[in-house]
Each structure stands twice: as C-alpha cells, then as structure tokens.
C-alpha cells in the first residue's frame, strides 16, 4: 500500500496533449523541438511510474514520446527543418495516432484502478492514522513504547481508516494489554505470568491499590476503573458472532487511548526512570 501523490501530473499530461494538437495543426518542427520540454518530461515520470504504474498506457505514454523525440531528433540533425509547419508530415500522423491511442488507454485505465477515497474520521487525521497513529497520544510517553505496542497502535488507525471497525477494535485491545502487563511490572513489582488473562492483570493492579496509601490525584485508581471497562468491551469483541460497526470501533479506540496515556502518565510520576521501549 502506498500514498498516490503528484496527481497534479495528470492535469499537466492532458495540457500537454492539448498544445500537441494545435501544435500538429499550426506549428513547425521547431516548436516541437524547444517549447515542449516540461511535457515531456512530465510525460517521461509517468512512464517511471509517477504517480502510479500504468499497464495498458505506459506503452502508449511511450509511442507519443517517441514520437516527440523524433521530432526533436531530426530538427537536432538538420536545423533547416526548424521552421518547416508540421501539418500533413508523417511526424504529424504519428503524434496524432499516439494522442489517440494514449486516450483511449489511459480512459480504461483510469476507469478501472482501484482507487479509493478515505473519508474523514470523526477529528482524527486521515494520514495520521494511516501513518502513525501512535501520535494520538501523549507525545513524551511514545517513546516509552516497544515496537510490538506500536504496530499494534497503527494497525488499529489503519483498520479505522480503511473501515476495517472489528479488526479496530482487536488491535486496539491488544495494544492496552500488552502494556498493562508492563504496568503491572511497575506498580505491583513482577510481571504477569504469561498464562495469566487479562483480568488476571488487572485484578493485580486493584489488590496492589488496595494495599496502598493513595493520593487524591494518584491515577491508579482511574487507570485501573477504565482498564475495567475495556476489559468489558475486550469480553463481548471475544464472541465469534460479534462484529464492530466503525462508530463503536472508534469508540475502542478511544477508549484504548484513554488507558493508556493514564497507565503512561501514572507510571512516569511512580518511576521517573522507566526505560524506553519498556511497554
């Protein structure tokens, strides 16, 4: 998958197909040769592959620029042909025969690629979720993410993206879980045992907080209550019937976010020194 961009180039082809016509029809050999130059390049990138590959018309996109080229070719061999009027000359047919064939090509073509328009996400970002998706949140805990959590972050902003809601919603779940299993490593001092569910998880996080002193803004207890509530939504998404509309996925999402910018938060104030990449 990749971002299609340059779609300017386009626009810039069909100009220049435009000024090939009245050229064949009211100019020399010499306009051809010198005022054409940034269609022809335009025309050579597309051949490359800018903005996308083309099939069908990159053999078309071809036979016009050689067509060109010829042109070109002769007026560098033989100046006197600069001024000669290009109308009824076999160059002329040529460039006309390969606008036509380019046309007729580049019409089917563009007809059956596979575009797709990605529509807005609520307040997010098209690219950003497509991209990094892990920039939703709070940009000095993003390094405090594994490459594990990361990709799972992404995944779920593409899923969004691309209405893919159930999948969404699996990243995401999988995202907070694997860093509250590092969370729990912060604040009750040992890491889950790898057999141990996810309620297991918690359910160490609410005996460590009961067995301690709090503040009235210790986060503990808030990060602990939402990871209760995305456990809930984690247990209906586990039903094989069950299937997200992108509404509640991006509902999951957010929810995700929400847990774990507090279990970052909160786990930075209880251990300054946490190492990067540790979630």
């Not at 002193?213 to 209906?236: Q, S």
Request: with cysteine; net charge negative; proline share 4%.
């Amino acid at each position: 998958m990749q971002k299609v961009e340059n779609l300017y180039s386009l626009y810039v082809l069909g100009y220049f197909v435009g000024q090939l016509r009245y050229a064949i029809e009211h100019l020399t050999f010499g306009d051809i040769a010198w005022e054409f130059g940034f269609g022809r390049a335009t025309l050579a990138r597309m051949i490359d592959g800018d903005p996308f590959g083309f099939e069908q018309t990159k053999k078309s996109m071809e036979a016009l620029r050689d067509a060109v080229d010829n042109v070109r070719a002769q007026c560098d061999a033989d100046p006197s042909t600069l001024s000669t009027p290009l109308k009824g000359t076999p160059e002329a047919a040529a460039m006309a025969n390969a606008i036509v064939g380019l046309e007729v090509t580049l019409n089917h073509e563009l007809n059956g690629l596979p575009i797709w328009l990605v529509t807005a996400r609520r307040a997010y970002s098209i690219d950003t979720l497509i991209n990094n998706a892990e920039s939703i949140l709070d940009p000095d805990s993003i390094n405090l993410l594994s490459n594990h959590s990361i990709e799972d972050i992404r995944q779920a902003g593409k899923a969004i993206a691309f209405d893919l809601p159930t999948a969404a919603g699996f990243h995401s779940l999988r995202a907070v879980e694997r860093i509250a299993r590092s969370y729990h490593k912060v604040i009750v001092g040992k890491r889950p045992a790898a057999n141990d569910d996810f309620g297991t998880v918690i359910g160490g996080l609410d005996k460590k907080k009961k067995s301690l002193k709090l503040g009235m803004d210790d986060l503990l207890p808030l990060a602990i209550e939402t990871l209760f509530r995305v456990k809930h939504i984690r247990n209906g998404l586990a039903h094989p019937d069950k299937f997200l509309e992108l509404s509640s996925a991006m509902n999951v999402f957010d929810s995700a976010k929400c847990a774990i910018d507090l279990m970052l938060e909160d786990a930075q104030q209880k251990d300054p020194d946490i190492p990067k990449g540790f979630f």
